[in-house]
């Protein structure tokens, strides 16, 4: 079973949850509203003990400029924790909806949540704003990729570990918009446990 602990109720729970397959493939994504260092150090209690196949946290940066810099010390601080205690993370620069861009196209800047709301509304008619996280909505989020011609998985993580590659050695700050959620998706995908991501 892979044990995922995230700070979005809906989007992510339904997505992620999506890959289980019965008798093969569980997947148990819990949600709580806490901030990305809690998010792991509940990851990690909650595991304590078990015998889950992988145990994920899985955030947003979510900048606020009021906030100021600290922010990205404290996105830092929350992976190099959850590193230091076995626990894999797959986060995203600003926003986990850059996730499903990559199914469409290459991202090569730094692209506001806003700009990707309007961006998936557009291509899937539907103001994803007000209604995309709804549960309504987002139980559909994974069929809708799987079967849009124009959407692909496959290249999404070939786009998705391509920008990491670049930038992974860059401040957080000089990021553009990013995601590890393809290491996720890829070890949820792949059976052998050699050809996953550690």
């Known amino acids: 079973m892979f044990y995922l602990v995230g ?20 997947v148990d994504y819990k949600h709580y509203k806490l901030s990305t260092r809690q998010l792991v150090e ?11 196949t992988e145990v994920w946290v899985v955030f947003d940066l979510d ?21 230091k205690h076995g626990v894999k993370v797959a986060y995203s620069i600003d926003s ?31 103001d994803y704003e007000q209604f995309g996280k709804e549960a309504a909505s987002a139980l559909d989020i994974a069929n809708r990729l799987e079967e849009d011609p124009s959407a692909s998985r496959e290249e999404a993580i070939n ?13 957080y700050k000089d990021q553009p918009s990013i995601t590890t959620v393809y290491r996720l998706v890829h070890n949820l995908i792949t059976r052998e446990k050699k050809e996953r991501y550690e």
């Open 159 to 171: 786009r998705a570990k391509s920008l990491h590659d670049e930038y992974q050695d860059y401040p």
């Open 7 to 26: 700070e979005g109720e809906n989007t992510e729970k339904f997505y992620f949850e999506s890959f289980s397959v019965p008798g093969v493939l569980k």
């Open 96 to 126: 986990f909806e850059i996730w499903f861009r990559l199914h469409y196209e290459n991202v090569t800047t730094r692209i506001a949540r806003q700009q990707l709301y309007a961006d998936l509304s557009q291509r899937w008619e539907t």
């Open 63 to 83: 900048y606020n400029p009021a906030r100021g810099d600290e922010q990205y010390a404290e996105f830092a601080d929350a992976i190099q924790y959850a590193k």
């Open 42 to 52: 509940k990851a990690i209690a909650n595991s304590e003990g078990k015998s889950y």
